[in-house]
């Protein structure tokens, strides 16, 4: 039996999606093209939820969060 391949949507090279993946895979484990599915994912999830990152208790969310783990996650650049 030949083992069934799927064309990844980012490198169109085959490849054969993991037997106990519940979802179909669309991308092989490439990691630029696990990146391209990420970002598209993301895109599509901001398309759809628009007002998720806009929110002003998402911003005071994020605000609180940084003060509250601001020793265990520094961050890189401080445009405070
Ligand atoms: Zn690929």
């Known amino acids: 039996m030949q083992a069934r391949t799927r064309e990844c949507r980012h490198c169109h090279e085959a490849f054969v999606p993991c037997p106990s993946a519940r979802h179909n895979q669309t991308h092989c484990s490439?990691?630029?093209?696990?990146?391209?599915?990420?970002?598209?994912n993301n895109r599509r999830f901001r398309?759809?939820?628009p007002d998720y990152w806009?929110?002003?208790c998402h911003v005071e969310r994020t605000r609180e969060w940084r003060k509250a783990h601001a020793k265990t996650h520094p961050r890189e650049k401080d445009r405070d």
Not at 30 to 40: D, L, V
């Open 30 to 40: 490439k990691p630029g093209c696990q990146r391209a599915r990420k970002a598209k």
């Open 47 to 49: 398309k759809r939820n």
């Open 54 to 56: 806009k929110g002003a």
